[in-house]
């Protein structure tokens, strides 16, 4: 049977989570519909999901369509939870995308099809609501053209047309069509159009709704007719990726993961990286729920009970599917506090769990102030940390006031050396940097100006990796990006012994010399290059009364935003441009008093800015090496 692993995304709001139910309902899987309102769906099963009425984790629930097995996974829409939905994408056949015939194509939606064209996910769009008062499927259907892609074809009212007009961006199907138009039969356009939406080429458009179930039928079809199911080599290597990680009652690690090739059984050992594992206990995706199995084959989705692993890490053989960064990292951050003294290393421990199964909750912990700050997209999702703390840990919390997570960049160039058995170098060790900017996305680079078999090849490695830590926080505290780091100079002492051959440490170099001195000859030479602060811009879409512009454009002007393009659509003016993601808050806070309650502003991340005006900056959590004698005593007291 083929199997077909299968995304829901939208805009919050949009009823993704409905649609969900209504396919499940239909398939048989479940015998009444579930209601977000209620809190009674089957793929929202947290108590804050419940009580919110959105989507917090990826649930996954598994129905046939015809022949096809599909998997279906349910994704956060809410943009606090865009991790959520990053870590799901690596392992999709397919996705159908959830627009609201109301609301349209919102700020989440372009995020979302922009990042499922860059992976050339094959999808589906269902414009839901269509019931709903104010819905206008048409005008939906322009914006998706305008705003999302104009590689569409509307299935509600298929025209061999306009269909062979849309699939004629191939040249082959081209040729065809002009060569024998006749040739061109429906049964030969529903093919073609099925081999182009599994390249990523053509995006059908479904109308309906998952309250009355109109066409849930015609979605159902698309999504067996034209994703693209596979059968998978279960005979092959094994091979898959873990997307998600929960822990059980007792405390267990569960891994979810998604098999390529091959198969897993029961107390079969899986090659991790260097390592390797042994699987305790599975259960496989099947009608519904996972159902407890002793094998999981290729093209499933299994939870695995035994294995070490964190999220993104391959099973067995990588897959060429690993999860990569797709979405903006996290822009805000706030210091969590326990509410009782006695529970701050229950704190730690249950942070550290929650980083686990989200890498991008970010810990920064501060020894001497012996604070914890987390790194957020937004204010709900602080509010699911909390109770998450409490619910699960019983831990309860504080946090700060939320503020911006800046980067530095590279302004110049800067170099530093610090030569062994030279004062004021304390350590076994000499080490020669360079740094200078990089190119815009491509990270830190690390450099080899020595030759590579100058020393042994772990104290490279102790240095690369340690420029790497030590870049989280530049001269202003903040990550350094986007820059490249060149050893310029290298040199130790080999292993010396005493007569008796006794190793003698005062006179040999080790790992941690290079892991001690590095520090400090990196910040000199960022100290030199220099470094700018630059802070989150989001972009902003903001539609108001035209009678307010006024009040609108002196709101956005206090908060520093610059509108790019103002338009205006009868009674309604839209505006578009570039905001501080410090500032967006306060203007959700404000907009209602300044439109009548009318307004409403998306935002999404866009880009770093350089900083005007005074220079932000964040406390250090490492040694400071920029403070060479503080830096010192505490390394040498470690």
């Keep these: 049977m083929k199997t077909l692993n299968l995304g829901i995304l939208a805009h919050v709001d949009a009823g993704k989570t409905s649609l969900t139910e209504r396919l499940l309902h239909t398939a048989g899987i479940i015998g009444e519909l579930g209601s977000v309102d209620d809190g009674s769906t089957q793929t929202d099963t947290l108590a804050l999901e419940r009580a919110r009425g959105i989507t917090i984790k990826a649930a996954v629930v598994s129905f046939a369509v015809g022949d096809v097995t599909v998997n279906l996974i349910d994704t956060p829409g809410h943009p606090d939870f865009i991790a959520e939905v990053e870590r799901v994408l690596g392992v999709l056949d397919g996705a159908v995308l959830v627009l609201s015939a109301v609301e349209g194509v919102q700020a989440q939606t372009r995020v979302l099809m922009r990042t499922l064209r860059r992976l050339r996910i094959p999808t589906l769009l269902f414009v839901n609501k269509i019931d709903r008062r104010g819905a206008d499927p048409d005008r939906v259907f322009r914006e998706i053209s305008k705003k999302l892609t104009p590689s569409i074809l509307a299935m509600d009212t298929w025209s061999s047309e306009r269909a062979a007009d849309l699939l004629a961006s191939d040249e082959d199907f081209l040729t065809e069509y002009l060569t024998d138009p006749d040739a061109i039969t429906s049964d030969r356009l529903h093919t073609e159009l099925a081999t182009q939406v599994a390249g990523a080429r053509a995006y059908p458009v479904y109308f309906g709704s998952a309250i009355t179930g109109a066409g849930i039928d015609a979605l159902r079809e698309g999504i067996e007719n034209l994703l693209p199911a596979k059968e998978s080599d279960a005979d092959g290597p094994v091979s898959g990726t873990v997307f998600k990680v929960e822990r059980g009652p007792s405390g267990e ?198 030759e590579l078999g100058s ?40 292993r010396q012994s005493h007569s008796h051959g006794t190793f003698d440490k005062s006179m040999s170099s080790t790992a941690g010399d290079f892991r001690d001195l590095t520090p400090l000859v990196l910040m000199a030479a960022l100290r030199e290059a220099g470094t700018t602060v630059h802070e989150p811009m989001h972009r902003f879409t903001l539609q108001a009364p035209a009678d307010t512009l006024g009040p609108v454009t002196a709101l956005l002007a206090q908060a520093r935003a610059v509108p790019k ?72 007291r470690r």
């Excluded at 911006?404 to 020669?432: H, M, Q, W, Y």
């Excluded at 830590?469 to 001269?475: W, Y």
């Excluded at 202003?476 to 002492?493: A, F, N």
């Excluded at 350089?610 to 505490?634: F, I, M, N």
Aim: with cysteine; charged share 25%.
């Design 253 to 450: 690690k569960i891994a979810y993961a998604r098999l390529f090739s091959g198969s897993i059984s029961v107390r079969d050992k899986v090659p991790l990286g260097d390592a390797e594992g042994k699987v305790t206990a599975i259960s496989v995706f099947d009608t519904g729920a996972a159902v407890p199995g002793s094998v999981v084959r290729a093209g499933r989705i299994a939870k695995l009970w035994g294995l070490d692993v964190r999220i993104g890490d391959p099973l067995g053989t990588p897959s060429g599917h690993e999860i990569e960064r797709l979405f903006s990292p996290p822009t805000l951050e706030t210091v969590v506090s326990p509410v009782h003294t006695a529970d701050r290393g229950a704190l730690h421990q249950a942070l550290s769990q929650l980083a686990e199964q989200d890498p991008l909750i970010g810990l920064r912990h501060d020894e001497i102030r012996q604070e914890t700050s987390v790194s957020l997209y937004g204010e709900v999702q602080k509010e699911v940390i909390q109770a998450t703390l409490v619910d699960e840990y019983g831990v309860d919390v504080t946090f700060s006031e939320t503020t911006t997570i800046c980067v530095e960049r590279v302004a110049g160039t800067g170099s530093a050396t610090e030569i062994i058995d030279k004062p004021p170098n304390p350590f076994l060790a000499t080490v020669g940097l360079r740094v200078e900017p990089g190119p815009p996305g491509s990270g830190i680079t690390f450099v080899l100006e020595v």
């Design 455 to 494: 020393m042994p090849y772990s104290f490279v490695k102790a240095v690369e990796d340690t420029v790497k830590e030590t870049l989280r926080e530049g001269v202003h505290g903040w990550e350094v990006l986007d820059c490249v780091v060149t050893m310029t100079r290298s040199g130790y002492w080999a």
């Design 565 to 636: 393009t103002t338009l205006t659509h009868g009674a309604t003016a839209e505006l578009e441009g570039e905001i501080p993601a410090a500032k967006t808050h306060g203007v959700h806070r404000l907009l209602p008093s300044a439109t009548r309650g009318e307004g409403v502003m998306e935002t999404a991340f866009h880009s770093y800015r350089e900083v005007r005006g005074a220079v932000p900056a964040r406390s250090r959590t490492d040694h400071d090496p920029l403070d060479r004698k503080e830096y010192l005593r505490r390394v040498l």
